[in-house]
């Protein structure tokens, strides 16, 4: 079941050089965290009951370099939290939406995302994800 906003993604080319806006906002970078597996350096930012997230390119291949090199830096997706991914998704296929992997995998914290393709929303690239303390319910 979706839950709400859980992040809006940003593309930057740089998270050092974006952060000054940030904190000219009064907001504050949580963490900063390396997402190898999809080539990203990301920074989230606390705002209100949900987070911003900055997403920097680790490298020339990875899809937020793609991304801002068609379009320039900006909004890049919308996240909505999940408290049970894995049925999401299906569902998400059963309507015939196209989702962008064979199944939920690992994203940044340890949460279980899924990606439906904008061709599929309208334009808007939709992350699902489900925080990785509540897809280990013994919280490991
Ligand atoms: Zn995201």
Redesign the pocket.
């Known amino acids: 079941m979706i839950r709400g906003v ?2 809006i ?1 940003i593309a930057v080319r740089s998270i050092d050089e974006a952060r000054p806006l940030y904190e000219a906002l009064g907001l504050e970078i949580e963490r900063i965290e390396e997402v190898p597996q999809e080539g990203v350096r ?1 920074a989230f930012i606390r705002c209100g009951g949900t987070h911003l ?1 900055l ?1 920097e390119a680790m490298g020339p291949d990875s899809p937020i370099a793609k991304h801002i090199d068609k379009r320039g830096p900006g909004i890049h ?1 919308l ?1 909505l939290g999940s408290d049970d991914v894995r049925s999401d998704d299906q569902r998400l296929r059963d309507a015939g939406l196209q989702v962008l992997r064979p199944e939920p995998t690992l ?2 914290g340890g949460a279980e ?1 899924q990606f439906v393709h904008p061709k599929s929303t309208g334009g808007i690239l939709l ?1 699902l ?1 489900q925080p990785a303390a509540e897809s280990d319910p013994h919280g490991s």
């Open positions: 859980d992040h993604g990301v997230e997403l997706h996240c994203g940044a995302v992350e994800s």
